[in-house]
T-cell receptor, first 113, second 110 residues
Framework: SAVISQKPSRDICQRGTSLTIQCQVD?????MFWYRQQPGQSLTLIAT?????????ESGFVIDKFPISRPNLTFSTLTVSNMSPEDSSIYLC??????????FGQGTRLTVV | QKEVEQNSGPLSVPEGAIASLNCTYS??????FFWYRQYSGKSPELIMS????GDKEDGRFTAQLNKASQYVSLLIRDSQPSDSATYLC??????????FGKGTKLSVIP
């Protein structure tokens, strides 16, 4: 497995502001993904972070709201823009190794007030 | 729409008993199947992966897969209070992306 460092681990933000979450992996990985887990719910895929190109977003998620970067094979960022209380969730970075097993970062617990 | 269904629970079992967690999936082309454990406030932790029909054992955990019935299960033998968590079933239809079930909350009663 890979060591995945995600930060910040938690934050409380004012509505209308933006937060950038970072995900750093200790080895080159095949795929990187960003998930959202709303309170009491399961994981929902936001997008696939593509190295050197635009992310691939799932239905219901758009680049203007959740811009994603992946400048190399070991690092990605997710920005939550123009936040509202409905964006309060846990955001998780995930990496997939060659055998398709997925591993998660520690998560970022976001509260928007 | 690809779906993964789990009984949300809570499932309560006494310490030392066998806990049985079930999962069904809708996408017949799914190739890889995973069980994750998630403690409250923590991120999911991979505990089992299974790729072919039959049973796969790892310590106290056994994963079972039946592709014809589109059914995956996880058995936890000699359940311990530390096993109390939410267990997420995840399915990979072949694109590296995972589809997660809503999870089953397991409580092991001392």
């Amino acid at each position: 497995s890979a060591v995945i460092s995600q930060k910040p681990s938690r934050d409380i933000c004012q509505r209308g502001t933006s937060l950038t979450i970072q995900c750093q992996v200790d080895s080159q990985v095949t795929m990187m993904f960003w998930y959202r887990q709303q309170p009491g719910q399961s994981l929902t895929l936001i997008a696939t972070a593509n190295q050197g190109s635009e992310a691939t977003y799932e239905s219901g998620f758009v680049i203007d709201k959740f811009p994603i970067s992946r400048p190399n094979l070991t690092f990605s960022t997710l920005t939550v823009s123009n936040m509202s209380p409905e964006d309060s969730s846990i955001y998780l970075c995930s990496v997939v190794m060659v055998n398709t097993e997925a591993f998660f970062g520690q998560g970022t617990r976001l509260t928007v007030v | 729409q690809k779906e993964v269904e789990q009984n949300s629970g809570p499932l309560s079992v006494p310490e030392g008993a066998i806990a049985s967690l079930n999962c069904t999936y809708s996408d017949r082309v799914s190739q890889s199947f995973f069980w994750y454990r998630q403690y409250s406030g923590k991120s999911p932790e991979l505990i089992m992966s299974i790729y072919s029909n039959g049973d796969k054992e790892d310590g106290r955990f056994t994963a079972q897969l039946n592709k014809a019935s589109q059914y995956v299960s996880l058995l936890i033998r000699d359940s311990q209070p530390s096993d109390s968590a939410t267990y997420l079933c995840a399915v990979n239809p072949g694109s590296y992306q995972l589809t997660f079930g809503k999870g089953t909350k397991l409580s092991v009663i001392p």
